[in-house]
T-cell receptor
Framework: SQQGEEDPQALSIQEGENATMNCSYKTSINNLQWYRQNSGRGLVHLILIRSNEREKHSGRLRVTLDTSKKSSSLLITASRAADTASYFC????????????FGQGTTLQVKP | DGGITQSPKYLFRKEGQNVTLSCEQNLNHDAMYWYRQDPGQGLRLIYYSQIVNDFQKGDIAEGYSVSREKKESFPLTVTSAQKNPTAFYLCASMGLPNSPLHFGNGTRLTVT
């Protein structure tokens, strides 16, 4: 079963604009992670936020986590054409189950 | 360089044949995972292994089999029982529990 659901499914913006993607999940989590995938390639880890954290930054990325609403958002500021990719959230369940469940992803297109 | 190697990149098989996808890692990670990705979709967990000689079914294990005889290797066999095997298969590994996944670049399997 899919744990994370992302919104929107697709997003198209101009270079320099900010991009926001949202992720909702259903059960208790240990952590939530965001990944990026370029077409036809494997996924690359971007950022991990633990259930006791509310916000995390990494360069132009900002992730928030609201465990009461079971939701997270990824903000990419000052987007570049090279940010064009699919972005996925993934949730690790509470306890050490070892399972990481991915959402459907958001496809981001950044136009130069 | 440390990483995960999936081979081959492209694989073509006739319906009714079993096929084995290779996944090797030199990251010294205990846990390894197999995911399936269909076009425009998220990742679905097939099997995972948290330690040598042990593995668990994911959400879509039917028609697949795995082995974990060595820490470095986690091959996936797509059997003839898998009804719709054509997909992009991704292997990943994890070091410490609840830490980020490291992905290979995937194998695209086409069955005709």
């Amino acid at each position: 079963s899919q744990q994370g659901e992302e919104d929107p499914q697709a997003l198209s913006i101009q270079e320099g604009e900010n991009a926001t993607m949202n992720c909702s999940y259903k059960t208790s989590i240990n952590n939530l992670q965001w990944y990026r995938q370029n077409s036809g390639r494997g996924l690359v880890h971007l950022i991990l936020i633990r259930s006791n954290e509310r916000e995390k930054h990494s360069g132009r990325l900002r992730v928030t986590l609201d465990t009461s609403k079971k939701s997270s958002s990824l903000l990419i500021t000052a987007s570049r054409a090279a940010d064009t990719a699919s972005y996925f959230c993934a949730t690790g369940a509470s306890g050490n189950t070892g399972k990481l469940i991915f959402g459907q992803g958001t496809t981001l297109q950044v136009k130069p | 360089d440390g990483g995960i190697t999936q081979s081959p990149k492209y694989l073509f098989r006739k319906e009714g044949q079993n096929v084995t996808l290779s996944c090797e890692q030199n990251l010294n990670h205990d846990a390894m995972y197999w995911y399936r990705q269909d076009p425009g979709q998220g990742l679905r967990l097939i099997y995972y292994s948290q330690i040598v000689n042990d593995f668990q079914k994911g959400d879509i294990a039917e028609g697949y089999s795995v082995s974990r005889e060595k820490k470095e290797s986690f091959p996936l066999t797509v059997t003839s029982a898998q009804k719709n095997p054509t997909a992009f298969y991704l292997c990943a590994s994890m070091g410490l529990p609840n830490s980020p996944l490291h992905f290979g670049n995937g194998t695209r399997l086409t069955v005709t």
